[in-house]
């Protein structure tokens, strides 16, 4: 079975500074991988995703994230935070043989503080 | 486009009740989860449709939580009886179908209080 690491629970960037939040993953093959972003009282909104091809994704909001195999890591990355990037991170893996979209396993969050 | 639609936004019920979620996917979406997301975790995967039948139920607690999606649009998630671990935010999902680069669209969840 597919499982998601986020190793940090919580992590404090000073506003303008640069992001990085770990994600590592166990599946027997590629994966699909996925990154989300939850606010307070809201759902969660898709930041990237990363299938096949260039391994270095692009995302909205600034956000990007590279496939290592290797190291069978996600990790999302920002080049200078905002204030409204606070929000809780949620890496996700989903089957490859099912598709893009099932039966996404998500790791636990890693809850994101930005000072000013 | 309108989203994933979900309701009630919050239940608050004593344990041993029983309660029912609502979700009306976007149009069109051919497959249809249902996520428990428990404080401090990440959203588990419940039930997945596609259309209205059953894909994937393996994680759903079979005597207590049923789920329905009747003529492959609406969807139901029911708990009978609830117990205080069933606390939790109720996520709904959907997306276009069940195939390579398609990614699922969230509703903002039903907050679950079993007290």
């Known amino acids: 079975a597919q499982s998601v690491t986020q190793p940090d629970i919580h992590i404090t960037v000073s506003e303008g500074a640069s992001l990085e939040l770990r994600c590592n993953y166990s599946?027997?093959?590629?994966?699909?991988l996925f990154w989300y972003v939850q606010s307070p009282g809201q759902g969660l909104q898709l930041l990237l995703k990363?299938?096949?091809?260039?391994?270095l994704v692009q995302g909205i909001k600034g956000f990007e994230a590279e496939f290592k195999r290797s190291q069978s890591s996600f990790n999302l990355r920002k080049p200078s935070v905002h204030w409204s990037d606070a929000a809780e991170y949620f890496c996700?893996?989903?089957?490859?043989?099912?598709?893009?979209?099932?039966?996404?396993?998500f790791g636990k969050g890693t809850h994101l503080i930005i000072q000013p | 486009e309108a989203g994933v639609a979900q309701s009630p936004r919050y239940k608050i019920i004593e344990k041993r009740q029983s309660v029912a979620f609502w979700c009306n996917p976007i149009?069109?979406?051919?497959?249809l989860y249902w996520y428990q997301q428990i404080l401090g975790q990440g959203p588990k995967l419940l039930i997945q449709?596609?259309?209205?039948?059953?894909?994937?139920d393996s994680q759903l607690p079979k005597d207590r939580f049923s789920a329905e999606r009747l003529k492959g649009v609406d969807s139901t998630l029911k708990i009978q009886p609830a117990k205080l671990e069933d606390s939790a935010v109720y996520l709904c999902?959907?997306?276009?179908?069940?195939?390579?680069?398609?990614?699922?669209?969230f509703g903002q969840g039903t907050r679950l209080t079993v007290v």
């Open positions: 999902a959907s997306s276009l179908s069940a195939g390579t680069n398609t990614e699922a669209f």
């Open positions: 996700a893996v989903g089957r490859r043989e099912r598709g893009g979209a099932d039966g996404l396993t």
């Open positions: 599946y027997g093959a590629t994966p699909y």
């Open positions: 149009s069109g979406h051919a497959t």
């Open positions: 449709f596609q259309n209205n039948g059953v894909v994937d």
């Open positions: 990363y299938f096949s091809g260039d391994t």
